[in-house]
T-cell receptor
Framework: RKEVEQDPGPFNVPEGATVAFNCTYSNSASQSFFWYRQDCRKEPKLLMSVYSSGNEDGRFTAQLNRASQYISLLIRDSKLSDSATYLCVVRYSGAGSYQLTFGKGTKLSVIP | DGGITQSPKYLFRKEGQNVTLSCEQNLNHDAMYWYRQDPGQGLRLIYYSQIVNDFQKGDIAEGYSVSREKKESFPLTVTSAQKNPTAFYLC????????????FGQGTRLTVV
């Protein structure tokens, strides 16, 4: 079974804190990895893709470890506006299908 | 502006009725998807389509049907056979099905009354 597992959360952190989210995936035949952000009662929006070499976008850093089948997202200097649910997403390939599989998400609340 | 549009935003259905959710995109994307999200749950794939006139079942296709007669449109019908249809339905599209991220519409909240 193809599964994506995330820290259940919720994470309650003060402004300015650094917070890290972890994600593991079960199927090694996976091609692409993403972090999405979902605000309450809204659609998910792409936060960043995750590359094998790791990548950074401002305060956000994503890491991928294919050997351990592990993905992480680091948020530095947390802002109130970072409060949301963060979804780990993996695209699997096999038998002609390329499905996106979503984790259940980790809720982050940044507190003043 | 290019984007993906779902309508309506809120939908109420009586038990035993079929209802169709609209999804239109003007991004020229080949692939389109329908997901269902329940409270505290991740997104679950209902159906997806890689090209016009072709679609595949996802993990929870029972009680749902789709069509893909035009590249821009991928409507989802929730039939009376779906036992627990109350949920948040999200449509998405991507350029292709390989290695590329998906973009989502704003979703439709379906409630059975």
């Amino acid at each position: 079974r193809k599964e994506v597992e995330q820290d259940p959360g919720p994470f309650n952190v003060p402004e300015g804190a650094t917070v890290a989210f972890n994600c593991t995936y079960s199927n090694s035949a996976s091609q692409s990895f993403f972090w999405y952000r979902q605000d309450c009662r809204k659609e998910p929006k792409l936060l960043m893709s995750v590359y094998s070499s790791g990548n950074e976008d401002g305060r956000f850093t994503a890491q991928l470890n294919r050997a351990s089948q592990y993905i992480s997202l680091l948020i530095r200097d947390s802002k109130l506006s970072d409060s949301a649910t963060y979804l780990c997403v993996v695209r699997y390939s096999g038998a002609g299908s390329y499905q996106l599989t979503f984790g259940k998400g980790t809720k982050l609340s940044v507190i003043p | 502006d290019g984007g993906i549009t779902q309508s309506p935003k809120y939908l109420f259905r009586k038990e035993g009725q079929n209802v169709t959710l609209s999804c239109e995109q003007n991004l020229n994307h080949d692939a389109m998807y329908w997901y269902r999200q329940d409270p505290g749950q991740g997104l679950r794939l209902i159906y997806y389509s890689q090209i016009v006139n072709d679609f595949q079942k996802g993990d929870i296709a029972e009680g749902y049907s789709v069509s893909r007669e035009k590249k821009e449109s991928f409507p989802l019908t929730v039939t009376s056979a779906q036992k627990n249809p109350t949920a948040f339905y999200l449509c998405a599209s991507s350029i292709g099905v390989r290695n590329l991220e998906a973009f989502f519409g704003q979703g439709t909240r379906l409630t059975v009354v």
